[in-house]
């Protein structure tokens, strides 16, 4: 399987992805974790992203794609994958369309994390991520507002979306998403 996880920034994705993609034993793909990763051991690559993470702005389509392109042909992505926090521009989703069907390994399904912005800047001033002040925060809630959100519709139109309540507990939201996939697999069994 592959799903796409949208949300606002703190919504969950990471917390509940990482753990859905261990129980279907399918790859986690986080593009903010590779990014902050590269960023971490100085890389060309972190260099060049350094300021569009410290400032909360998203960072160039062309380098995100070039690091997904590559990621989701090693063999761990085989049986399938989580795509954490991407795509996050009309232009991302367009060209993962792009990508996944020449591949002949189209997506099955996108959820999106619904939840007021409000209630998440408690949460991310508490993880206390390098990201996670005031200024960035505002920064990377009006980057989804702007960029991110519009994908909404996108998947909707598609038939590829579902919207999952993430106010509740971390068990009671992976309830809703273990629900949410198992619909979507009896939907289209494996071959
Ligand atoms: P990224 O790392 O993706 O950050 P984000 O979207 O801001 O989201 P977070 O990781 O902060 O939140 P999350 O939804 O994963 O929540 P989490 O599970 O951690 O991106 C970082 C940066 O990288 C971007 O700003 C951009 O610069 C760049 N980037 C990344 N992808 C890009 C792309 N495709 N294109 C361009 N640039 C890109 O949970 C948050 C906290 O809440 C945790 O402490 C958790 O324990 C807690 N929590 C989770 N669920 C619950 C719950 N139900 N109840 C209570 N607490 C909870
Ligand atoms: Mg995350």
């Known amino acids: 399987m592959r799903i796409v996880f949208l949300g606002p920034p703190g919504a969950g994705k990471g917390t509940q992805s990482e753990r859905l993609a261990n129980q279907l034993g399918i790859a986690h793909l986080s593009t903010g974790e590779m990014l902050r990763g590269a960023y971490v051991r100085r890389t060309e690559l972190g260099l060049l992203v350094a300021d569009y993470l410290d400032n ?29 926090g991407f795509p996050r521009t009309l232009f991302q989703a367009e060209s993962l369309d792009r990508l996944l069907t020449s591949r002949k390994t189209p997506l099955d399904l996108v959820i999106e994390l619904v939840i007021e912005q409000g209630a998440l800047l408690s949460r991310l001033l508490k993880r206390g991520r390098g990201d996670d002040n005031m200024a960035t925060i505002q920064q990377r809630m009006q980057s989804y507002d702007n960029e991110t959100a519009p994908l909404v519709k996108y998947y909707s ?35």
Do not use: H, N, W
């Open 56 to 84: 909360g702005q998203l960072a160039p389509d062309g380098v995100v794609l070039d690091i997904v392109a590559d990621r989701t042909l090693l063999p761990d992505c085989e049986p399938g994958c989580i795509f954490d």
């Open 157 to 191: 139109r598609r038939g590829l979306l579902r919207s999952v309540d993430a106010r509740g507990s971390m068990e009671e939201v992976y309830a809703s998403l273990e629900s949410v996939v198992k619909e979507a697999q009896s939907a289209s069994p494996p071959l």
